[in-house]
C-alpha cells in the first residue's frame, strides 16, 4: 500500500505553512498546537498514539505526550498546520532509515512512521538542549520544523554544528558534544559548564544534517523586554 | 543468517539511501530494499566500522567505499563476527568502542564532580572567590557604581547647604580619608531628615542625614560613624556584596574579566537596599577599620561606642525604632560596644588632634528651632519637584521596613 501524502509547503522559508491533502480513509497525525486550519471533512482525535511508554519518550523530548490524528473519514479534504516558530518546515522521507530531531521540531508525520524519545545520556546533558531526542523509523512522510530557513548538509567526514543550531541528523551519523577548538582553557570551561558560545556537535561518518540559520535563544532574549509586564506569571 | 533491520547508502538509490531487510551469509552482507533493489558486499571486501548516533551502528564498506551496508540490529555484530575474515575486526572495533565508552563515563565523571565541587566551593568559597574578583577589579568601577546608585537613590531628604553644618561634615571626612587606607576621594552630602542614619557607596559618596547630626553630643561620635562608613568604602564591601549576589556564574564572569551589565546588577541591588545593608564579618571590618582610622586621625575612637550606647538607651526608652535607620542595618549593638572598646584598650593612648568645630553650634543648625537650615532646605526642596521628595521619603522607608 503506498502510504505517501499530497502536500505542499507555501512560504517559505520564513513562515512556512504545511498543507495535506488527504484522500478519502487517510490519516495524518500532527503536533496539537501545530494546526491552523482544516476541512468539514477532516475528523480530529487528541489521544496517546504509540502507548504510553512512547508518548513519555516523547514528552521527555520536548514533544506533548498527545499527538493528533486527522482522518479523512467524511471525504477528501485538506489539513494545514503553522509551526510554532517563524521558520522553514521539511519534508523527509523515511525508507527503513532513522531520523534523530531536536526537541521541538517535530510537526507531523504520516502512516507508517513513528516517533520515540531517545535518551542522549551526557551528550543530551552537555548539549544543553536537552537530555532526550526524538527518533522517527518506518516508512513514510515526516515533516518538521527550524527557526529560520533550514539547511541540508551532507557530512562527508568530520563536521562542527553549533548546538543551537542542530534541527535533525541522520542516525547513521556519529556526534559528539565537544567544544570548539582552538578556543582558551577559560572559555572551553565556562561554555562547558554553562553552556553559550564555543559549544559545538562534532558530526563524523556518512549522512545528512539539518541546520537551521538562526537560534532561538538570543530571539527569546531580544523579545523579553518588550513582553507586557506587571501581570505576575513569569 | 538474518534478516536484521538496516540500510544502504549507494549513488544509484533515490537520495542516496534506503532502509533494507540483510542477511548474513558466507559469501558475505546482502541487502534488499522495499522498493527491491539488492546490494551485496562480499566478505572478502567488507571495510567495517562501528559508530552511528548510539555508537553501536555497524557499517561495512567495499574498499571504493561506493556502497555500504548497515544494521545496529541486535545479532548483526555477531553474524558479522562468524565470517573468518571478519571476528578479529569486529572484535577489535568492540574493544576500542568500550575503551571510549570507559573514557566518556570517566569524563561525565569528572565533569559532574567538577559541577558538585564548583557548587560546594560556591557554597563555602563565594567569600574569596568574591574578593579575588573585587580585588582585580579597578578602582572605576567602585566609582561608576556608586555614581549610579546615587543617581537612582530616593535618599529621602532635600540636601542641606548650611556651611555651618557642611564645612564641618566635611572638614570631619577630610582629616579621616588622610589616615584612611586606599585613596578614595569623598563627595558628602547632608540631608535634612529626621532620620538617624549615614551611609556610603562603593567610590566614596557619603550621606549624613541631619538626624544623625543633631543626635549626637559630641563630634567624635559622628566621626566614628564616618570613619565605619569610610571603612565600608575603602574595604570595597559594596562590590563584595554585588559579587556574593551574583553567585557563582557571576564571579567567575568577574575572574574572567567580563564587567557587562555589572551597573545593571549594581543598580538593582542598590533598589532593594543590599548595597548599604552589610553581612556581619564586613561589619566587624568596618568596626576595626573604623577605630584604627579614628586613632590614626588623632580622634576619640571611643565616639561610635558612645554613640552606639546613646541609640541603644534611646531605642529601648522610646520605642519607636523606625528613625533609627542605621541602627536597623547595624544590628548586634552590645557585642560591637565590646569588641570596639577591647580594640581601643589594645591600641594605647591617641595623640589627640581634636578638629577645631563648634559642634554645638553645627547642631543648632541643624534643631528644630534651626530657622535658617530648615528655610534653606525648603527652598532646596521646591528646586526638584516637591511630590517626588515626598514620594522618595515614604518609599525609602518603606523599604527599610521591609529588610
Ligand atoms: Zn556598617
Not at chain 1, 94 to 120: C, E, N, S, Y
Not at chain 1, 158 to 177: P, Q, S
Not at chain 2, 159 to 180: G, Y
Request: charged share 20%; proline share 4%.
Amino acid at each position: 500500500m503506498d502510504t505517501s501524502l499530497d502536500f505542499e509547503i507555501s512560504h517559505r522559508p520564513d513562515f512556512a505553512l504545511l498543507t495535506i491533502r488527504l484522500a478519502q480513509g487517510q490519516q495524518v497525525f500532527g503536533e496539537p498546537s501545530a494546526m491552523a486550519s482544516m476541512d468539514t471533512t477532516i475528523h480530529l482525535k487528541a489521544g496517546l498514539r504509540g502507548g504510553l511508554r512512547r508518548s513519555l519518550g516523547r514528552a521527555f523530548g520536548g514533544e506533548s505526550l498527545i499527538v493528533n490524528t486527522f482522518s479523512a473519514k467524511g471525504g477528501p479534504g485538506e489539513v494545514t498546520m503553522a509551526p510554532g516558530v517563524a521558520g522553514d518546515v521539511t519534508h523527509y522521507k523515511l525508507h527503513g532509515q532513522r531520523l534523530m530531531l531536536q526537541r521541538g521540531a517535530f510537526v507531523a508525520h504520516g502512516p507508517g512512521v513513528d516517533i520515540t524519545g531517545k535518551w542522549q545520556g551526557a551528550r543530551g546533558f552537555f548539549s544543553g538542549e536537552g537530555l532526550v531526542l526524538l527518533q522517527a523509523s518506518g516508512h513514510g512522510d515526516l515533516f518538521f520544523n527550524s527557526f529560520g530557513a533550514i539547511l541540508e548538509l551532507d557530512v562527508a567526514d568530520g563536521f562542527f554544528v553549533d548546538t543551537g543550531y542542530v534541527v535533525a541528523f541522520e542516525d547513521t551519523l556519529d556526534y559528539r558534544v565537544t567544544v570548539l577548538p582552538g578556543l582558551g582553557v577559560g572559555s572551553k570551561v565556562k561554555s562547558f559548564l554553562f553552556g553559550g558560545e564555543g559549544l559545538v556537535c562534532r558530526f563524523s561518518g556518512q549522512g545528512k544534517v539539518w541546520i537551521q540559520t538562526r537560534t532561538i535563544h538570543p530571539f527569546l532574549s531580544w523579545v523579553h523586554p518588550y513582553r507586557p509586564q506587571g501581570r505576575g506569571g513569569s | 543468517m538474518g534478516p536484521f533491520d538496516g540500510g544502504v547508502f549507494d549513488k544509484r538509490l533515490q537520495g542516496g539511501r534506503a532502509g533494507a531487510q540483510l542477511t548474513v551469509d558466507a559469501h558475505g552482507v546482502h541487502a534488499s530494499t522495499t522498493a527491491g533493489d539488492t546490494f551485496d558486499v562480499p566478505a572478502r571486501d567488507c571495510q567495517l566500522e562501528l559508530g552511528g548516533a548510539s555508537g553501536r551502528m555497524w557499517f561495512c564498506r567495499t574498499p571504493d567505499r561506493q556502497l555500504t551496508i548497515y544494521s545496529e540490529a541486535r545479532g548483526f555484530a555477531e553474524a558479522l563476527a562468524s565470517l573468518p575474515n571478519l571476528s578479529q575486526p569486529v572484535a577489535e572495533l568492540r574493544r576500542h568502542r568500550r575503551a571510549e565508552s570507559r573514557r566518556g563515563v570517566l569524563f561525565l565523571l569528572a565533569a559532574l564532580g567538577m559541577l558538585i565541587a564548583l557548587g560546594i566551593a560556591g557554597y563555602f568559597g563565594l567569600d574569596y572567590a568574591g574578593r579575588a574578583a573585587i580585588e582585580a577589579l579597578p578602582r572605576e568601577a567602585d566609582e561608576r557604581i556608586g555614581r549610579l546608585a546615587i543617581n537612582s537613590m530616593d535618599l529621602g531628604g532635600p540636601t542641606v547647604h548650611d556651611k555651618t553644618v557642611t564645612d564641618a561634615v566635611n572638614a570631619i571626612v577630610a582629616r579621616l580619608a588622610e589616615h584612611a587606607p586606599g585613596d578614595f576621594e569623598y563627595q558628602v552630602r547632608v540631608l535634612d531628615a529626621e532620620t538617624v542614619n549615614a551611609f556610603a557607596l562603593p567610590g566614596g559618596q557619603i550621606v549624613v542625614y541631619t538626624g544623625l547630626i543633631a543626635k549626637a553630643e559630641a563630634l567624635d561620635e559622628v566621626a566614628g560613624v564616618l570613619a565605619h562608613e569610610i571603612a565600608h568604602v575603602t574595604q570595597r564591601h559594596g562590590l563584595q556584596r554585588i559579587a556574593q549576589s551574583l553567585g557563582v556564574a557571576g564571579s567567575l564572569e568577574l575572574l574572567l574579566g567580563d564587567l557587562g551589565g555589572l551597573s545593571a546588577i549594581a543598580v538593582e541591588l542598590m533598589r532593594a537596599g543590599a548595597l548599604t545593608s552589610y553581612g556581619r564579618d564586613q561589619e566587624r571590618e568596618a568596626d576595626e577599620q573604623g577605630v584604627l582610622t579614628m586613632h590614626a586621625s588623632g580622634l576619640d575612637a571611643d565616639g561610635i561606642a558612645r554613640f552606639f550606647q546613646k541609640l541603644q538607651k534611646e531605642q529601648d526608652e522610646m520605642e519607636i525604632p523606625e528613625i533609627f535607620a542605621w541602627m536597623s542595618s547595624h544590628p548586634d549593638l552590645d557585642e560591637r560596644i565590646a569588641n570596639v572598646r577591647a580594640q581601643i584598650d589594645s591600641l594605647g593612648p591617641v595623640a589627640e588632634q581634636p578638629l577645631e568645630i563648634d559642634w554645638d553650634a553645627v547642631r543648632r543648625a541643624v534643631g528644630p528651632d534651626a530657622e535658617a537650615a530648615g528655610s534653606a532646605a525648603e527652598a532646596d526642596a521646591t528646586e526638584k519637584a516637591p511630590e517626588q521628595n515626598a514620594d522618595s521619603k515614604a518609599g525609602s522607608k518603606a523599604k527599610r521596613r521591609k529588610r
